[in-house]
């Protein structure tokens, strides 16, 4: 098949599901055409199936805010056209599954049936499309897909519970490239992070206020009064610096490191001992699967589809959003007992096994082909 991938190319989730599945579905045969403002993150070699095509929105004066969207219209039906492309999938509803919509009118102008897939991630459902300043056009771009995606069944939940959907919602969990997540030996790594042996924590995360990254250091202070500990704070955001003054106040500064975005994360949570995943509310949790893979349990809290990820009392813990305390209790529960740490740590390998990306490529493999299939008779 002929792919059209539009997402967001940045560190965030989404942007990273879109690039694994991409690089995934070309590997398989199929070409890819990436199409997005910035190359994405994960999209560093290159593939002989896989292609980008860059918008590019000019600045003009008149414009205060550029007109991303029609320009990102604009380069759809362009690749559509020009590289003939079988189907569009589009990561993130807003704008995306809206811009495809106005693409897919045009090229039917000029005879062409354009079949689109939404993949909605969570905030674009949670906290940005409920709003309503977004709701009325992100309820319409969903039911006007051919075909549509949610990353867990509690994405599905509330997506039916905030919008008037008129459309069947298939479930395709976030997956992992085994291939790249995997526990390697990096014990220099770990020399130098932890000299004495230390417990490693490790939170990686885009540091907005969803992910209550203050609640990750609390929950630190009080494990690492009962257990020689080191936190590792991987990413940025806007909450950094809140996170990084607080360390400062309550005299954490020896213990914490924050090093900002990194690429090889596999690598960090090689030495990993816990995850920590505090967040409001998750759709899935990408970084705790991620964790996982690499044999590190997780304690986060129960918003949101993170129960459908870590299972408490085999994979790690859950807690209520805000339950410090709890999620403290847990993690020194955990990082005390060498023999409980190490069944959790055989348990997440297992869970994150339901999500091998060699089993998900092909269920969105056949769901392209029914919503192609479909379409055909639409056209007809
Ligand atoms: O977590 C983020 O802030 C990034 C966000 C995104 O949209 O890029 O991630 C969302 O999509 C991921 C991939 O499907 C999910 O694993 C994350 O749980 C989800 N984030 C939230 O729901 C907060």
């Known amino acids: 098949m002929k792919i059209g991938i539009v997402c967001y190319p940045t560190y965030g989730g989404s942007g990273v599901v879109a690039t694994e599945l991409g690089l995934g579905l070309a590997s398989r045969g199929h070409e890819i055409h990436f199409i997005t403002y910035r190359r994405p993150v994960r999209l560093a070699h290159f593939h002989a199936n896989i292609y980008y095509h860059e918008v590019d929105s000019d600045e003009y004066p008149l414009f205060e805010y550029p007109p991303y969207d029609t320009a990102l219209a604009s380069k759809i039906v362009d690749v559509v056209k020009y590289q003939n492309l079988d189907i569009l999938h589009v ?8 811009v495809a919509y106005m693409a897919k009118k045009i090229l039917l102008t000029e005879g062409r049936y354009l079949p689109v897939v939404t993949t909605l991630h969570g905030t674009d459902i949670t906290l940005v499309g409920s709003n309503e300043a977004f709701a009325p056009v992100v309820q319409f771009s969903i039911n006007k897909s051919d075909g549509v995606t949610a990353v867990s069944e509690s994405l599905k939940a509330d997506t039916l519970k905030l919008f008037d959907i008129q459309r069947d919602i298939k479930v395709i969990y976030n997956f992992i490239d085994f291939d790249r997540f995997r526990k390697v030996n990096k014990e220099h790594f770990k020399k130098i992070i932890a000299p004495n042996g230390e417990r490693i924590i490790v939170h990686t995360s885009n540091f907005r206020k969803v992910k209550r990254v203050e609640d990750v250091v609390l929950i630190f202070k009080e494990v690492a009064q009962k257990v020689p500990s080191k936190l590792l704070m991987i990413g940025d955001g806007p909450e950094r ?16 490191r924050f090093l900002g975005k990194q690429d090889a994360i596999e690598e960090l949570l090689s030495i990993a001992d816990l995850f920590i995943m ?11 699967l ?10 986060s809290s129960n918003g949101g589809g993170l129960p459908e990820v870590n299972i408490h009392g085999v994979t790690g813990y859950l807690s209520d959003p805000g339950n410090v305390q709890e999620m403290a209790a847990n993690a020194i529960h955990l990082l005390s007992d060498d023999a409980l740490l190490q069944e959790f740590r055989a348990n997440a390998l297992q869970q994150a096994k339901r999500f091998d990306i060699h089993n998900v490529l092909p269920v969105y493999e056949a769901y392209y082909q029914e919503v192609l299939e479909k379409s055909v008779v639409k056209v007809e």
């Open 91 to 98: 990561h993130y509803a807003i704008p995306h599954a809206t």
């Open 241 to 256: 610096h809140h996170a990084e003054r607080l360390c400062r106040e309550i005299c954490l500064g020896e213990e914490v």
């Open 278 to 288: 505090p967040s409001e509310s998750e759709s899935f949790g990408l970084a705790a």
């Open 290 to 299: 991620e964790a996982m893979a690499c044999e590190v349990p997780v304690v």
